[in-house]
């Protein structure tokens, strides 16, 4: 994990042959190698599981309402976050990895049997849901924490990109192929083989080794500090990490930037909401399996691009792409076929997979290891709090407008970041994640921040 520009430069002056020399491929590191596959499979359980979730209540159901709502749980860990980054930080994180999918995986084996048992309402899928989604509330922090621990700061950017593209891809895959199968054998076929994606990866988790760190910073594989060692209560603990996390925070680019992500995930999460029934008029389950496809497609080529998007200045990015992604997304909604309409809708999507792993990046460069799990869940959690809200406010409005309208409506979430970099020039002239400097984006850190 990088720090400031001038430890960047000593890093590379004093080590950057040696580091070559020994890693000369990311793919030669066994521990990514791992943590890639276990993000591989378990993305691939995730989207089976919310594919066939949401499709389920709407089949169930009729009523986008109720689809709103079940969507909205599916992305609680969004919002929920906030508790925790400070957990990650203090936690074992390879046997957190393990046990959430064990978790998820026998959680998930309810619904098939209660179809099977003539059971299957949606009160049970209600019931069930929400273990699912707390199961998956440390996996984000845990992505943010561990990549620095078993990848080298040169190739945070690399790894960051081969994960969003390993995950979007599958999302892309298993999305499209979920709206297959649904149409095909029913959406509760999909949950036995999503058990079985969860116990894999399981099992890929357990090998990975993050005691160590590419910086050489000792990493609290035992548990960490225990707070009621220096006579501090645990919860004393957790809310002085939250301060923690928030003072590095505070005064930064990233609370502006945070505002306008939260925009364009109310808007996401309302298209979520609505995207059952609005695929279903267009064609039924297997347009509602392609729209979700094209999502992942469009954030898949955008994190694929990422890497070589890291000379351009971030902020003319951030205005660009999103200007882009409404009108693409406007288009998709006025589109004259199926088929356009998924087109667009999958290259309204572009921009967001690049900026994600950049984003993912910078965070990586600009702040400290220490502090890294709990500054990614607040920035997280107040940017995503904002997904289920969306979702809840989609259902209502779509009972009122239709979703053609609603989801036309919701373009209106990247419109509005275009917008508001356009009028701060702040934010406009932010530099280039290659040039990432603190001080750029207003990151001030004490130096015993646990850095070298």
């Keep these: 994990m990088t720090t400031a520009t001038e430890t960047v430069e000593s890093d590379d002056a004093v080590g950057s042959e040696d580091t070559t020399a020994a890693q000369p491929s990311l793919w030669r590191n066994r521990d990514f190698r791992r943590f890639f596959a276990g993000q591989f499979v378990t993305n691939a359980g995730d989207s089976l599981y919310s594919v066939a979730v949401v499709w389920l209540v709407f089949e169930l159901s009729g009523s986008t309402v109720l689809t709103g709502i079940a969507n909205a749980v599916l992305l609680l860990p969004w919002l929920l976050q906030i508790l925790a980054g400070p957990v990650v930080d203090r936690l074992p994180l390879r046997p957190v990895l393990v046990g959430s999918q064990l978790l998820q995986g026998v959680v998930v084996l309810a619904l098939p049997l209660a179809a099977a048992t003539g059971n299957l309402s949606v009160g049970i899928i209600f019931a069930v849901v929400p273990l699912l989604t707390l199961a ?54 999909l949950f036995i083989f999503d058990a079985g994606t969860f116990v894999l990866a399981a099992l890929l988790f357990a090998g990975v080794a993050v005691s160590r760190s590419a910086g050489g910073d000792s990493v609290r594989e035992t548990g960490g500090d225990d707070p009621d060692a220096n006579g501090e209560s645990i919860l004393g603990a957790y809310v002085a990490d939250l301060r923690d996390g928030i003072e590095v925070l505070r005064g930064t680019v990233f609370v502006e930037l945070v505002v306008t992500t939260a925009v364009a995930n109310l808007a996401t999460g309302v298209t979520l909401a609505v995207l059952p029934a609005y695929g279903d008029a267009l064609g039924g389950p297997a347009v509602y399996g392609a729209l979700l496809g094209a999502l992942g497609v469009g954030r898949l080529v955008g ?25 693409c997304w406007l288009g998709a909604v006025a589109a004259p076929s199926p088929a356009l309409t998924v087109v667009l809708f999958g290259l309204a999507w572009i921009p ?29 959690t107040a940017s995503g709090a904002t997904l289920p809200l969306g979702s809840l406010v989609g259902g209502v409005v779509a009972e009122l407008l239709g979703t053609a309208t609603t989801v036309g409506l919701a373009a209106f979430g990247f419109g509005f970041t275009a917008l508001y970099l356009l009028a701060r020039p702040r934010l406009r002239r932010l530099p280039a994640v290659a040039d990432a400097d603190p001080a750029a984006f207003g990151v001030t850190v004490a130096s015993e921040s646990g850095r070298e």
Excluded at 311 to 326: C, D, H, K
Excluded at 361 to 377: A, E, I, K, Y
């Design 136 to 189: 998956t509330l440390l996996m984000a922090p845990m992505q943010a924490t561990v990549v620095p621990r078993i990848v080298p700061d040169e190739q945070l950017s690399n790894a960051n990109s081969a994960l969003a593209t390993v995950t979007l891809g599958l999302d892309m895959i298993f999305d499209a192929l979920g709206g297959a199968v649904i149409a095909v054998f029913g959406a509760t076929a």
């Design 303 to 327: 994190s694929l691009l990422a890497p070589y998007l890291e000379g351009v200045p971030y902020g003319r990015l951030l205005l660009v792409g999103n200007a882009a992604g409404a009108v």
């Design 352 to 380: 967001a997979g690049a900026s994600g792993v950049l984003t993912a990046t910078l965070n990586q460069t600009v702040f400290p290891t220490d502090l890294l799990g709990r500054v990614s869940t607040i920035k997280g």
